[in-house]
């Protein structure tokens, strides 16, 4: 058996270097996305060295572009884009139109032809979804509003270039023959025609006989209890229908995955699908880079300098205002359109895609992709500027509108958190809340002045500061003009009192929530300036009710009837992962007593908000302690009366 073969040597090549530069960029704070797309151009034809097989390559980048699309699809969530639609779905197409026709004037100077320009500018016009996402995570904005429209807007983003994938090979013949006058019918309407007519008859088989047998596979596979044999299916399916979807309805291949991956996505075990394949999905999508950048010819640089400093300047500058002033004009303020146009001054995946088909349809030039690659490249490289620069213009204006804080002090630390919680005290009651906001992935700091507790709090791994939370300059530190919310968790309502004061001076809008002892205290935190305040002794009185009621299989008493009611009067304090599990009870339409599986109740609350399954299942556990939810089984649980109380204060999601 031979030692070396093109296949091996392609994939090992591709993989070591896409390693070693993905990880020198991600030394440097670079997209490693970026890294990938050098170790490419390292083994394409215009650099010096090993050259890997061209064809190879391609056929790998093929099973990426699948693998890619599919996890696109088991991603998609309808509900995210309609919670967002009044302003992504226009937002986007408008923004799509300014920059196919900014793409369009571009092209035109460089004398090529109006469907090379079209070609050319849709490819300039849609963000890349790993650059996105990644950057609106490091920031921890994803499930802020801003957030959640810039992930709407991508959304219909990825659905306008699914749509274009499908659309340029049916009328390719009619574009390539425009100089010729086609006819009409034959080079325009019949394309269409057949081509609609085959996509309708794959979305048919898929929604009738697909929706059926891919989740029945899937859960006839999880039940034989063998992780491979789980694994090898998901695979089997987004393989399967993309291959099927070419040979059977001549669609391509990244429509039959897109719809595989939205199939499975309505199955409860779509998470567990997701997190099963992510390591091959994630190793062919390196590879799917590596061949774009091998296509890459880096002599662009220095031969076409204008025409790429002009392609760059309409990624960065150009979409990014067309998006800015898009949100603007829906009546959003200035720091959602500084996170929506900043999000999207970048391209990437669906673009080499684009990229690719067009020069393999003879739509456009070569050169107009190397101005695509080039133009990637650099935009990524920008992005964590562009995006920094938009973060801390923000800041300024939002420090300019607050009221003037005092210096910190120059021995304090200062946080870099924004959109984060301020816990003031980390005794018991601070520890809890530690846990469930450290549980609900909601980025928090604490305040604590004891040294013990100061320490502990450090073993625990969190950010902390150390002084007097009703010092204004220490809340300064702690960066109260950009926070959301501050807890008070110390025992002294009146003390509280003066650190609520302070609070609500340095930041009129944060939520503030405090404990109190008394009637007394909860009359003073509230005057001045608390939202809510928990009342401890209340509480332990509606647990214990709620425990008698649990105890008490007879009929209903009087007691049990008070539950409810005395724990409606004030909210609990739940994090963002507890909430999107009352969110989704709510969604849902459960009532008290009705019983649902955790992995339904969590894969609900994963499509209302973006929240890591480990965090979902870890809340499940902090309402069943609340009373929130009772467990029947290792799998079953039961909504509680009270549940379904709390569930009416979640969020609209």
């Known amino acids: ?34 890294g990938y797309l050098v170790a490419g151009v390292i083994v394409g034809p215009f650099t010096p060295g090993y050259v890997a097989d061209q064809e190879l390559a391609q056929e790998l980048a093929e099973m990426g572009v699948i693998l890619l699309m599919f996890g696109v699809g088991l991603h998609f969530s309808l509900k995210d884009l309609l919670s967002v639609r009044k302003i992504a779905v226009p937002g986007a197409l408008v923004q799509i139109a300014a920059a196919t026709l900014m793409g369009m004037g571009l092209a035109w100077f460089r004398g090529w032809s109006p469907i090379a320009g079209f070609v050319f500018g849709l490819a300039l016009s849609v963000a890349s979804t790993v650059v996105l996402l990644r950057a609106l995570e490091e920031r921890r904005i994803v499930q802020t509003d801003r957030g959640r429209i810039a992930v709407g807007w991508l959304i219909v983003e990825d659905l306008a270039m699914v749509l274009a994938l499908v659309m340029l090979p049916a009328l390719a013949g009619a574009l390539t023959a425009a100089d010729a006058a086609p006819d009409l019918f034959n080079g325009w309407i019949k394309p269409l025609a057949i081509t609609g007519a085959k996509v309708a008859g794959f979305v048919a088989f898929m929604l009738i006989v697909g929706r059926r047998v891919i989740p029945w596979v899937l859960h006839w596979t999880a039940h ?36 595989a991956g939205m199939i499975l996505a309505e199955s409860e075990l779509s998470q567990r699908a997701a997190e099963e394949t992510l390591p091959l999905r994630d190793a062919f999508a390196v590879l799917f880079f590596v061949s774009v950048g091998m296509l890459f010819n880096p002599l662009v640089v220095v031969e076409q300098p204008w025409s790429l400093a002009a392609t760059v300047a309409v990624i960065v500058l150009g979409k990014s205002l067309a998006a800015f002033a898009i949100v603007r004009a829906f009546g959003h303020d200035n720091r959602t359109a500084l996170t929506v146009s900043a999000s999207l001054a970048q391209i990437g995946e669906f673009s080499f895609i684009l990229a690719t088909l067009g020069v393999g349809l003879k739509l456009m030039p070569e050169d107009a992709r190397d101005l695509i690659l080039g133009g990637a490249i ?38 870099a958190l924004t959109e984060h ?4 005290g980390y005794g018991r009651v601070g520890r809890a809340i530690a846990e469930g906001l450290d549980l609900g992935g909601r980025p928090f700091l604490v305040l604590e002045i004891g040294d013990a507790a100061r320490a502990r709090a450090r073993d625990a791994g969190l950010e902390v500061l150390d002084g007097n939370a009703a010092d204004p300059r220490i809340l300064a530190a702690a960066g109260i003009a950009d926070a959301t919310h501050l807890i008070v968790a110390i025992p002294d309502g009146f003390e509280a009192g003066g650190v609520v004061q302070e609070a609500r001076r340095c930041n009129p809008d944060i939520k503030i929530m405090a404990r109190a002892h008394s009637d007394a205290e909860v009359e003073h935190l509230t005057r001045l300036g608390a939202d809510d305040v928990v009342l401890g002794e209340q509480e332990l009185a509606d647990a214990m009710l709620k425990h008698l009621r649990a105890g008490d299989a007879a009929e209903p008493t009087a007691a049990e009837e008070v539950v409810p009611t005395a724990a409606a009067r004030r909210k609990l304090i739940l994090t963002d992962a507890e909430y999107a ?39 499940v556990q902090s309402l069943i302690a609340k009373d929130c939810l009772q467990r029947l089984d290792d799998h079953l649980l039961r909504v509680t009366e009270l549940g379904v109380l709390q569930s009416a204060a979640a969020p609209e999601y």
């Open 1 to 34: 058996m031979p030692h070396h073969t093109p296949l091996i040597a392609t994939i090992v090549a591709g993989l070591s270097l896409a390693f070693v530069f993905g990880a020198l960029a991600h030394r440097f704070r670079i997209s490693p996305l970026v």
């Open 224 to 259: 034989t209890g063998s992780r491979e044999l789980f694994r090898l299916a998901v695979f089997a399916i987004a393989l399967g229908v993309a291959f099927g979807a070419a040979t059977l309805f001549d669609v391509s291949f990244a429509l039959g995955a897109f719809f």
């Open 378 to 415: 650099i935009s990524i490289l920008l992005n964590p500027v562009i995006f920094g620069l938009a973060l801390s213009r923000v800041k300024a204006a939002k420090a300019k509108a607050a009221p003037a804080l005092p210096p910190v002090p120059e021995d304090s630390p200062t946080t």
């Open 421 to 424: 919680v301020i816990l003031v």
């Open 581 to 619: 599990l009352l969110a989704a009870v709510r969604e849902t339409g459960m009532v008290a007593g009705q019983s649902v599986s955790q992995a339904t109740l969590v894969e609900a609350a994963g499509r209302l908000v973006v929240i890591a399954p480990k965090k979902l299942d870890g809340a």
